[in-house]
């Protein structure tokens, strides 16, 4: 995956390609200093600001007609403290960075996402998550946060130091400030043994507390068109470390779930018909393995086909009743759909906009390839996800407001409280920002 570039024109595109802005003027600060200073001098100008990461934001979350802030110089890692168990990190940084630099230093984070492309201030920000059974997102293993505020000065905080703006900013959609710095938990690292395999549609909905319960980090992926799904449970282990070999993890991970993947969704795009078709084959073409590896090993895999993505977290018991149903209107309807569902879990947090605040959830994610139509799709998938009072992805597709989201959020009228506090000149306002917090 690549990070987001500009055009000749000085135009921003998102990693998906279904957001473009174009900024007054972009800046690439080499310290908190300088990226104060830029926030004060976009005051000056009347211009808003937006922090941009790599772009795998699917929503126009980071776009910005004023001033769009680059942290691609804020990177590496601050501090280590073994005493407390916490990595300070600058919020430029790529996940991928600092998972390799937590391992060269014996130390892992507890749970991730499932790519780790972005930056860890973009990640954080729109409540990126993997799966768990006891382990939460990325943004609720964070410790303290760094951000410079509206007014050029810079605002640490920590569940003893400024604990009401700890509690929102941890996902804050970049609406209370642009993120400098994250503590994060960390963990001497360990070993995790993944066991893939395929299972029947409704034997995993059947037995998807069973599932749920017996293991730390469970998730599926449903081909529509087909009964089947491929599952991954990942379990801690004592090892020994036993990972994919290098030929099977090119075969498995690159031929066929990249490059195959990539051919079968040109054809797809080019003839739907085929869809159905292409479908019970990509069911059927991986075959179940077992490895054992170290956690960003595991959590993670590349994807490089690109897509257009919508994601909704819904009350974790209506998990079985809200995927029969995403089920029976594909059956019934004329759609064609070359991507996996993707389904996964986490527990209840506290963090305010946490799509997983308060309760126990499970994620459903619908995809279609980059070009392809997905309107439709998305729109239908979507009438079934808020039926159950589902919740959006920060970063994903999505067509809710504030309006909605203050009944599924009982926690919303704090966020927007603590914005108006924080910047009540709305100097990180955008559009989108506009749509889902109100003005």
């Not at 991730?112 to 860890?120: F, R």
């Not at 079968?264 to 590896?293: F, H």
């Not at 018991?317 to 996996?340: C, N, W």
Request: charged residues 25%; neutral net charge.
């Amino acid at each position: 995956m690549s990070s987001t570039a500009s055009g000749k024109n000085g135009t921003w595109r998102n990693w998906g390609g279904n957001v473009t802005a174009r900024p007054a003027r972009e800046v690439e600060p080499a310290s908190v200093e300088e990226l104060s200073a830029a926030v004060r001098q976009a005051a000056q100008d009347g211009l808003t600001v937006k922090a941009v990461g790599t772009g795998h934001s699917f929503t126009s979350i980071a776009a910005t007609d004023g001033v769009l802030i680059r942290p691609q110089l804020l990177t590496g890692i601050r501090k280590i403290d073994r005493d407390a168990m916490t990595v300070t990190v600058e919020a430029g940084t790529p996940l991928k960075r600092l998972n390799l630099a937590l391992a060269r230093e014996g130390l892992s984070l507890t749970n991730m996402g499932d790519i780790m492309e972005q930056t860890v201030s973009g990640a954080t920000s729109t409540g990126t998550h993997g799966t768990g059974r006891d382990s939460a997102s990325i943004a609720a293993q964070i410790k303290g946060l760094e951000l410079v505020i509206a007014d050029g000065s810079v605002l640490t905080c920590s569940e003893k130091e400024n604990p009401e703006v700890f509690a929102a900013a941890r996902i804050g959609l970049g609406a209370l400030g642009v993120v400098t710095a994250i503590t994060f938990a960390v963990e001497p690292i360990f070993l995790l043994t993944a066991r893939e395999e395929p299972m029947p549609f409704d034997r995993v909905l059947a037995e998807f507390d069973e599932l749920w319960t017996e293991n730390e980090h469970f998730e599926f992926y449903w081909f529509p068109h087909t009964g089947s799904t491929n599952t991954k449970r990942n379990n801690r282990s004592a090892g020994p470390e036993k990972p994919v070999s290098r030929i099977a993890g090119w075969f498995e991970d690159e031929f066929l779930s990249n490059g195959v993947f990539q051919v079968a969704q040109w054809v797809g795009r080019a003839a739907p018909a085929t869809v159905p078709t292409i479908a019970q084959i990509s069911s059927k073409a991986l075959s179940a393995r077992t490895y054992t590896d170290i956690p960003y090993r595991v959590f993670t895999s590349p994807r490089r086909v690109r897509f257009v993505e919508m994601e909704y977290a819904v009350p974790r018991e209506a998990l079985p009743e809200t995927l029969r149903e995403l089920k029976t209107m594909v059956e019934r309807s004329d759609l064609r759909i070359s991507f996996p569902v993707e389904v996964r879990t986490a527990p209840a947090d506290d963090i305010a906009l946490s799509t997983a605040s308060g309760r126990d959830s499970a994620y459903v994610a619908v995809h279609m390839f980059r070009g392809t139509p997905y309107q439709a799709y998305f729109t239908a998938a979507e009438r079934i996800l808020t039926a159950h009072e589902g919740r959006p992805h920060w970063g994903k597709v999505h067509t809710r407001d504030a309006e909605y989201f203050s009944g599924v959020y009982p926690r919303f009228g704090e966020f927007t409280a603590l914005r108006d506090r924080l910047d009540p000149d709305r100097r990180f306002q955008n559009d989108y920002l506009r749509r889902v917090l109100g003005p």
